[in-house]
């Protein structure tokens, strides 16, 4: 009973591979975006940024919609 009373459950969340991207993208976008009113990084490195992001959105949802 003293051993059952010191398991601790972690909890494990299922993540779609794509989506953790995107939710990265996403992040790095926001950076970046912070960074260039800055004006410390260029509008195209942004630009790159948000088409990966439309990229990755866009295989998710051919994904999904297979499924």
Known sequence: ANHARKIKNKKIFNRDPTMVEVMALRAEIQQLLV?????????????????QLKFAEEEKIEESGCN
């Open 35 to 51: 960074a260039y009113s800055n004006e410390s990084t260029s509008f195209a490195e942004v630009e790159q940024l948000c088409q």
